[in-house]
């Protein structure tokens, strides 16, 4: 069997996720999201009143999620039971969202007791670019169901005040559209056939 990963609910002071990396941007506002979320408004901070509107992840993104962290799954993922108005209306934004959730079902991620997401430290996120969930990779953009690039509006959102056009937001942020594209690929990959059950310590790849 595999290495056993470890299970904590809660990060011991000093404990860092292994393979820190930070987001490559090489033309865009370098620093445009760390200040979003000094200001308290970043999107890896949930409010309270918020919270049952967190995205499903699929099984595929949490491996790869643990595999980069060293973490079992139960660590830093819930599972909880998202309101039928919540799919239904972010299933209008592209259906992929209700293949994330089937019948409400959702894994999402654990968050601290501030709200912020389990994996938010003082520098950013502690996980490498590649093993982030695909939809905080992509935020803001999404593609419609007809495959037209989009901006999830946020007022809050630093990268979007002010912007008229999405390649305004792009730029800002550093990204491109066949970049995105592939990564909303794979995101129907992994969201084909996706069964969202509880991970729990008999999950299979926990063995010792």
């Known amino acids: 069997m595999g290495k056993k990963r470890r299970a904590c609910h809660g990060r011991p002071a000093g404990h860092k996720i292994k393979a820190m990396e930070q987001p490559r941007q090489t033309t865009g506002d370098h620093d445009i999201c760390a200040r979003c979320h000094l200001a308290g408004d970043g999107c890896c901070r949930i409010a309270d009143d918020r919270r049952g509107?967190?995205?499903?992840?699929?099984?595929?993104?949490?491996?790869l999620m643990a595999q980069a962290s060293g973490l079992a799954p139960e660590a830093f993922v819930e599972a909880d039971q998202a309101e039928a108005a919540f799919v239904a209306g972010a299933s209008k934004i592209h259906p992929i969202f209700g293949q994330t959730m089937p019948g409400g079902r959702r894994l999402r991620l654990r968050l601290q007791a501030d709200g912020a997401c389990y994996f938010l430290g003082p520098a950013g996120c502690q996980l490498p670019v590649a093993a982030r969930p695909i939809y905080c990779r992509m935020y803001p953009f999404w593609f419609t169901p007809g495959g037209r690039l989009m901006v999830l509006g946020s007022r809050s959102c630093l990268?979007?005040?002010?912007?008229?056009?999405?390649?305004?937001?792009?730029?800002?942020?550093?990204?491109?559209?066949?970049?995105?594209?592939?990564?909303?690929?794979?995101?129907?990959?992994?969201?084909?056939?996706?069964?969202?059950?509880?991970?729990?310590?008999?999950?299979?790849?926990?063995?010792?």
């Open 53 to 63: 509107g967190m995205f499903g992840l699929t099984r595929g993104e949490i491996e």
């Open 159 to 208: 990268a979007q005040q002010g912007a008229r056009r999405v390649r305004e937001v792009l730029a800002r942020l550093d990204q491109n559209e066949a970049d995105l594209r592939a990564l909303f690929r794979r995101l129907e990959e992994f969201a084909a056939g996706h069964q969202p059950e509880a991970y729990d310590s008999s999950s299979p790849g926990h063995g010792a």
